[in-house]
């Protein structure tokens, strides 16, 4: 990797200045590996294209590179997905040296094993042996040095500015409302509003705690249990919850503050709407390799498309394509008289973060 980088690129840090390291890239990513693909083929379809004498000669140059570059591309794309755990513990120029080596020593093997297919008789010598192995690690370098410019533009220092703008998002008017709801229970009810006070207290603190890219689930949904038995002092038999969480795993994680806004929504923009209130429904699954959150509550028809709705939407949609790129994706059911957020992210183990 070349030594300028160090001098072009500021150090990485968060929004409270502490410094983050810079991290390879999550090869067993489908969109990180998707990326490797389209580079590596479209650089050698730019190689071919220079090379050629002729459009005729280009589909001639095109399978002579695609012949090496294909069985090395895929190679090296398979031994880094098994080695990536093991690279992610290394420190981050060494994890880049070791990738170069690796694409290196994967190159130098097929071009031995392929033998005449690679390296004619006319061919021979160490330079022609070599060359081959220096142009795909020259290649491996430029898509280093891509990962870290796309990671430096989608970087964590925007991902906490964000999280804590949607951290600072949780609307003035609840804490209002639930400073009036404990007010008006705490003569009749003082134990209720002393519980209600320590609710209050421990969303607050949870909500604005400086958390790291994934939390376990376990706390998010404490988070949100403490959020609506708030929002139950103020609206009672209005609204209902209900829980489905048999099939969800006590070990994932997930990104933080991606349910209670959702819930948030649901009783803003579902519940309080009605006259008569409604059911929020939520359940959370694990499907294979994947976690479900799905959050649907009633709503007015004419409140299908509601603005706040889409802006919190948006928020959870931009943070998980920071963290999970294409494998996470959100799907919105807007109906007449109900509105459903289904979001699938990777299932990630708490011990695997």
Request: with cysteine; net charge neutral.
């Amino acid at each position: 990797m070349p030594q300028g980088l160090l001098i072009i690129m500021p150090r990485l840090q968060s929004i409270n200045q502490n410094p983050i390291p810079d991290a390879l890239p999550n090869f067993r990513n489908l969109g990180v590996a998707i990326r490797i693909l389209l580079l590596v083929s479209g650089t050698g379809l730019l190689a071919a294209l220079l090379r050629a004498s002729s459009w005729q000669d280009v589909i001639f140059q095109l399978v002579n590179i695609y012949a090496l570059v294909q069985p090395v591309l895929l190679s090296s794309l398979l031994l880094l997905f098994a080695l990536n755990t093991l690279l992610a513990r290394l420190d981050y120029w060494w994890g880049c040296a070791a990738v170069l080596v690796l694409v290196m020593a994967v190159t130098m093997a097929i071009v031995q094993f392929g033998g005449v297919l690679y390296v004619s008789s006319f061919e021979q010598g160490n330079f022609i042996r070599w060359h081959y192995p220096i142009l795909s690690g020259t290649m491996a370098a430029v898509l280093l040095a891509y990962f870290r410019l796309r990671a430096l533009a989608l970087s964590p220092a925007v991902y906490q500015a964000r999280l804590q703008a949607l951290q600072a998002r949780i609307r003035p008017h609840f804490l209002f409302n639930c400073i009036n709801s404990v007010l008006g229970v705490v003569r009749s009810n003082p134990r209720r509003a002393e519980t209600a006070l320590e609710d209050m207290a421990d969303l607050f603190r949870m909500a604005m705690a400086d958390t790291g890219e994934l939390v376990p689930l376990r706390k998010e949904i404490e988070l949100s249990r403490q959020y609506l038995a708030l929002e139950q002092l103020r609206l009672g038999e209005r609204l209902t919850v209900n829980w489905d969480t048999v099939d969800m795993p006590d070990d994932a994680l997930i990104p933080p503050l991606v349910l209670q806004p959702l819930l948030e929504n649901a009783v803003y923009h579902g519940i309080e709407p009605l006259a008569y209130g409604g059911a929020i429904d939520i359940r959370l699954y694990r499907s294979g390799n994947e976690m479900h959150l799905e959050v649907r509550n009633p709503q007015r028809e004419q409140d299908a498309t509601h603005a706040g709705n889409k802006m919190a939407l948006l928020n959870i949609r931009e943070r998980l394509a920071l963290l999970f790129d294409v494998e996470a994706h959100q799907t919105v059911e807007s109906g007449k008289d109900h509105y459903r957020v289904h979001i699938v992210i990777p299932y990630v183990k708490e011990e695997a973060q």
